[in-house]
């Protein structure tokens, strides 16, 4: 059965998503370990962790000692193998079944027995990814959302299959680690996601239906329904591209017209425009 203590974890995969999560937990006090495919894209995430911990300091939020020891607590290899000892390990690959079947195929025969395994996927099945192990009580999902060292919401994800040992541990480290964790079960999007996407793709096919401008389409969501983010400036830090897939994965899984990319969207990424990662989605970005 999992152990309900976890002390270290793995991470896999050390992009945005990755590095933020490998971050929050440095931070928390608990060792990480980061593993990329090389060591080019490994250190790559500890720059941005070194970057975003040092303008912690910066800003008063932290110490240049707290700084350094939870920069410390992270450790990056290029090899799986390294994750052998980790309590949790949480995989934060591309947007890809097969990739990530595969990853937890490999990890199921790696770590100990009593490890847990969670995806950090955003739209895919949790259960199809656990049926790549031959343990998939022990596997789960933990959504984080972007950027992780600052949004507080992690999606605990249960399958059908799932402990509730290994879920209670993974619910419970969330909120060791300053998260608030909500349980939900497998369903396409989860929550945020199920209740999100279709608003925002609604909120821009305003804009050609009513022939409103992405500012106004933001004023009228900020100063009318009291929201702290106009749609189009979310979109922009989702990243559009990022927005696009999880809108094609939820309107496969439900059929329902409101979940799919409106053309507007797809045109914007074909252009190259993402959002603040380009420089230029809905809104310009030095």
């Given at each position: 059965?999992?152990?309900?203590?976890?002390?270290?974890?793995?991470?896999?995969?050390?992009?945005?998503?990755?590095?933020?999560?490998?971050?929050?937990?440095?931070?928390?006090?608990?060792?990480?370990?980061?593993?990329?495919?090389?060591?080019?894209?490994?250190?790559?995430?500890?720059?941005?962790?070194?970057?975003?911990?040092?303008?912690?300091?910066?800003?008063?939020?932290?110490?240049?000692?707290?700084?350094?020891?939870?920069?410390?607590?992270?450790?990056?290899?290029?090899?799986?193998?390294?994750?052998?000892?980790?309590?949790?390990?949480?995989?934060?690959?591309?947007?890809?079944?097969?990739?990530?079947?595969?990853?937890?195929?490999?990890?199921?025969?790696?770590?100990?027995?009593?490890?847990?395994?969670?995806?950090?996927?955003?739209?895919?099945?949790?259960?199809?990814?656990?049926?790549a192990t031959a343990h998939p009580e022990r596997v789960l999902g933990m959504h984080f959302f972007n950027p992780a060292p600052v949004l507080k919401l992690v999606e605990v994800v249960r399958t059908a299959q799932t402990s509730d040992e290994a879920f209670e541990a993974a619910?419970?480290?969330?909120?060791?680690?300053?998260?608030?964790?909500?349980?939900?079960?497998?369903?396409?999007?989860?929550?945020?996601?199920?209740?999100?996407?279709?608003?925002?793709?609604?909120?821009?096919?305003?804009?050609?239906?009513?022939?409103?401008?992405?500012?106004?389409?933001?004023?009228?969501?900020?100063?009318?329904?009291?929201?702290?983010?106009?749609?189009?400036?979310?979109?922009?830090?989702?990243?559009?591209?990022?927005?696009?897939?999880?809108?094609?994965?939820?309107?496969?899984?439900?059929?329902?017209?409101?979940?799919?990319?409106?053309?507007?969207?797809?045109?914007?990424?074909?252009?190259?425009?993402?959002?603040?990662?380009?420089?230029?989605?809905?809104?310009?970005?030095?």
């Amino acid at each position: 059965m999992p152990s309900t203590e976890i002390n270290r974890v793995g991470v896999v995969g050390l992009g945005t998503m990755g590095a933020g999560i490998a971050q929050v937990c440095v931070h928390a006090g608990i060792d990480a370990v980061g593993r990329e495919v090389n060591d080019e894209l490994a250190e790559r995430g500890r720059a941005t962790i070194d970057h975003y911990l040092g303008r912690g300091v910066e800003k008063g939020r932290m110490t240049q000692e707290e700084k350094d020891a939870a920069l410390g607590r992270l450790r990056l290899t290029t090899d799986l193998g390294d994750l052998a000892e980790c309590d949790l390990v949480i995989e934060a690959v591309l947007e890809e079944l097969d990739l990530k079947r595969d990853v937890f195929t490999q990890l199921d025969g790696i770590v100990n027995p009593d490890a847990i395994l969670a995806s950090n996927t955003s739209a895919l099945s949790v259960t199809e990814i656990a049926e790549a192990t031959a343990h998939p009580e022990r596997v789960l999902g933990m959504h984080f959302f972007n950027p992780a060292p600052v949004l507080k919401l992690v999606e605990v994800v249960r399958t059908a299959q799932t402990s509730d040992e290994a879920f209670e541990a993974a619910y419970s480290f969330a909120g060791r680690i300053g998260k608030e964790p909500i349980a939900c079960t497998d369903t396409p999007g989860f929550v945020v996601n199920r209740i999100l996407i279709p608003l925002l793709n609604d909120c821009v096919r305003v804009i050609d239906e009513a022939s409103v401008s992405p500012e106004d389409v933001d004023r009228a969501m900020t100063c009318g329904a009291n929201w702290p983010i106009g749609p189009c400036a979310l979109i922009d830090l989702i990243g559009l591209d990022v927005h696009v897939h999880a809108s094609e994965a939820l309107h496969g899984a439900l059929g329902e017209e409101r979940m799919a990319p409106p053309p507007r969207l797809l045109q914007m990424v074909e252009e190259g425009k993402l959002g603040r990662k380009s420089g230029q989605g809905f809104f310009s970005y030095d």
